[in-house]
Structures are given as C-alpha cells and as structure tokens.
C-alpha cells in the first residue's frame, strides 16, 4: 500500500478562502431575476406564452397576461401582417427587448418547445383546429368562448 499524500495547511487555507470568496461572491456573479429575488420571478417559473389571434379582444385578453409577473408572451400569430406587428410593438415596448416573434401560421407558433401556454382569440371557426393543434403539442390553451348557442 502506498503513502497517502497529506495536504499542507497553506493548500487548504487557500482552498477554503477561495470557496468562501465563491459563496459570498455568488450572488453578485447571479443576477437577482434569475434566482427569482427582489419581486421578480425567476426564470423557470415563468409562464411562456403565445398568442393566436390579436385583434381586439386577444389584444385585450392579452393585456393580462402581460400584466403578470410570472408571464412572458413570446410569440404572435395573426393572418393580417399590419397587426402582428402592431402587436409585437406592444410586447417588446413592454418588456424593453425584441423578444416576440411574429408568426401568420398558427402551426409555426404551436410547434416552439418553450412555449407553454398557447391563447387562442381567433373567429369562432377557427377555435377547434388551433386549439387541438396547441394541445397535440403538449400546450395549454386559454380559449375564448364563442358568442353563440349553436353551431348552425
């Protein structure tokens, strides 16, 4: 059997003040948002999510969810190019960054990884297809109900 090499006392004293310097150190090398301090919510708690059909009412439907802390809306779907971006503009001025991508094809939205919930405001008819295809695409949807009794 072999020696077992001892460590000197001026190794271990210079390992020990470099762990301490890393766990006082840590918080300032993490920002507060991340580790989810000072009012903010850290990132993997956030709600991610997406918007299919931003005319008024999933403008305003919208709205709300940007009003929460714990969400983030990331992306955009509409068929008119003009409110897609008009939309995108309201987001990113929100959040200070270009973050929110545009999209005119409700599949493109639907198939992102990150996103977890997909907000469906589309006309009526519209409401089945998007919304199977966000919850086929493990989504949770937030839908607005139709203003009507019947299908005919």
Known sequence: MGKK?????RRFLTGAAGLSAAA?????????????KAGNVAASNRIIVGCIGV????????????RQKDARVVA???LKKQRRQTVQNIVNK????????????FRELVARDDIDVVLVATAD???????????????D???EKPMGLSVT
Not at 24 to 36: E, K, N, Q, R, T
């Open 5 to 9: 090499k001892m460590i000197s006392r």
């Open 24 to 36: 006082v150190g840590f918080p300032y090398l993490v920002s507060s948002s991340a580790l989810g």
């Open 55 to 66: 005319g008024p009412q999933g403008t305003g439907v919208m709205g709300n969810f940007l």
């Open 76 to 78: 955009i779907c509409d």
């Open 94 to 105: 929100h959040y200070q960054d270009t973050g929110c991508r545009t999209y005119e094809d």
């Open 125 to 139: 008819h519209w409401h089945v297809l998007t919304s199977l295809a966000a919850v086929k695409s493990g989504k």
């Open 141 to 143: 949807v937030y839908m």
